[in-house]
């Protein structure tokens, strides 16, 4: 079975300041599919990124910045120069090729201004 | 651009009661999930639809019953409600119609129900 782990359940930083969200995943699968989604306080669930299993490629948007390694298991993410309306849960996710996501804890990040 | 609607958005029942959630996917996609997130939880996978047949279970209660129509819109019946059926309850849909797999999943804005 599959597992994500997001071992930081809360993080606060000031505005401007860069956030890295941890995300660790456990799968036997070859093929597998990563995802980051962003719920602000209004509660909807906001699709950010997708990753497939074989590419490793890093990616850049805006902000927003994922790294994927393999040999670690990880998918963290990166937010450059944070602002207030940062501020929401993120969830990091799995899927396989059933498509169902299995989601980490999800981790709290306050922007203070 | 178009994306999954919900209804009702807030619901309120009582114990033992039912309740019917709706959900319109994304034009021309053919997959539908149902996720249930409990207070200061992450969304928990209840089941999902493909071409209007069931395709995959999660931990639905027996009480919970779901089905996709010719229309590709899903409705989530719940029947007996209990306290802890209270919840934010998400639908998302995708398309599988592309070579690569996986296709990420737009969720709707979620159905808060409270059952008291």
């Known amino acids: 079975a599959q597992k994500v782990t997001q071992a930081q359940t809360e993080i606060s930083v000031v505005e401007k300041e860069d956030v890295t969200l941890d995300c660790v995943y456990e799968?036997?699968?070859?093929?597998?599919?990563l995802f980051w989604y962003k719920q602000p306080p209004s509660g909807e669930l906001v699709f950010l990124i997708r990753?497939?299993?074989?590419?490793?490629q890093n990616e850049i948007s805006g902000r927003y910045s994922w790294n994927f390694q393999k040999s670690t298991s990880s998918f963290n993410f990166t937010i450059t120069a944070s602002q207030v309306v940062d501020s929401a849960v993120y969830f990091c996710?799995?899927?396989?090729?059933?498509?169902?996501?299995?989601f980490g804890a999800g981790t709290t990040v306050t922007v203070r201004a | 651009a178009a994306g999954v609607i919900q209804s009702p958005r807030h619901l309120i029942k009582e114990k033992r009661e039912t309740a019917t959630l709706k959900c319109y996917p994304i034009p021309r996609h053919d997959t539908v999930y149902w996720y249930q997130q409990g207070p200061g939880q992450d969304p928990q996978f209840l089941i999902s639809f493909y071409e209007k047949m069931q395709s995959d279970k999660g931990s639905i209660p027996d009480r919970f019953s779901a089905q996709q129509f010719s229309d590709y819109h899903s409705e989530l019946n719940m029947s007996s409600l209990e306290l802890g059926d209270s919840a934010l309850y998400f639908c998302a849909s995708s398309g599988r119609t592309k070579l690569a797999g996986g296709w990420e999943q737009y969720f709707g804005p979620g159905t808060r129900l409270t059952v008291t």
């Open positions: 996710a799995l899927s396989l090729y059933d498509y169902k996501l299995s």
């Open positions: 799968t036997r699968d070859t093929t597998y599919y």
């Open positions: 990753r497939n299993s074989f590419d490793e």
